[in-house]
T-cell receptor
Framework: DGGITQSPKYLFRKEGQNVTLSCEQN?????MYWYRQDPGQGLRLIYY???????QKGDIAEGYSVSREKKESFPLTVTSAQKNPTAFYLC???????????FGPGTRLLVL | GIQVEQSPPDLILQEGANSTLRCNFS?????LQWFHQNPWGQLINLFY???GTKQNGRLSATTVATERYSLLYISSSQTTDSGVYFC???????????FGTGTRLTIIP
């Protein structure tokens, strides 16, 4: 089945630790996105990539980093510089012709 | 940046009722999408509707781009319609979407 997968479903981070969230898609989409959602809030854009080996900062990129070495994969690293990382992280992708965004199931990150 | 406001923030209805959710935006857009987030967090795209009217079963949406608003109609509500409904918009030449804060819909059996 075509779709977007995110792993892990839950992730625990210790103080000072970097953690990486995985996002993989087999929809052959060019564009991929990372969003952060805090309780009771909408989604805020962290980073996005329109093509392999290229990505742009979104509205809240500080404390995060990404890479786009393959079309299918867009991992997000939450660095120790992100002081309030507890949130629900959602990955999405979009095809070249249709502008509809499709979302993965999300990763919940908690700080110990 | 573009501002997106959704109303009402919360809506509680009896099963079988109809509802209208509204999305206002502050600038011209060429991309407008409605999403449903279920209680487990999964977002499902309902409509891509930068202008005009679309229908899909019990759901329909209308966007009046010149007046900068969109409406989502849900008829004959079912408990599975519960969740949060988000409107998201994008400007011309911009690949990003800006999300509203959502309308939380609760359908009571």
């Amino acid at each position: 089945d075509g779709g977007i997968t995110q792993s892990p479903k839950y992730l625990f981070r210790k103080e000072g630790q970097n953690v990486t969230l995985s996002c993989e898609q087999n929809l052959n989409h060019d564009a991929m996105y990372w969003y952060r959602q805090d309780p009771g809030q909408g989604l805020r854009l962290i980073y996005y990539s329109q093509i392999v080996n290229d990505f742009q900062k979104g509205d809240i990129a500080e404390g995060y980093s990404v890479s786009r070495e393959k079309k299918e994969s867009f991992p997000l690293t939450v660095t120790s510089a992100q002081k309030n990382p507890t949130a629900f992280y959602l990955c999405a992708s979009r095809g070249q012709v249709r502008k509809t965004q499709y979302f993965g199931p999300g990763t919940r990150l908690l700080v110990l | 940046g573009i501002q997106v406001e959704q109303s009402p923030p919360d809506l509680i209805l009896q099963e079988g009722a109809n509802s209208t959710l509204r999305c206002n935006f502050s600038d011209s857009v060429n991309n407008l999408q409605w999403f449903h987030q279920n209680p487990w967090g999964q977002l499902i795209n309902l409509f891509y509707i930068p202008s005009g009217t679309k229908q899909n079963g019990r759901l329909s949406a209308t966007t009046v781009a010149t007046e900068r608003y969109s409406l989502l109609y849900i008829s004959s509500s079912q408990t599975t319609d519960s969740g949060v409904y988000f409107c998201a918009v994008g400007n011309f030449g911009n690949e990003k979407l800006t999300f509203g804060t959502g309308t939380r819909l609760t359908i009571i059996p």
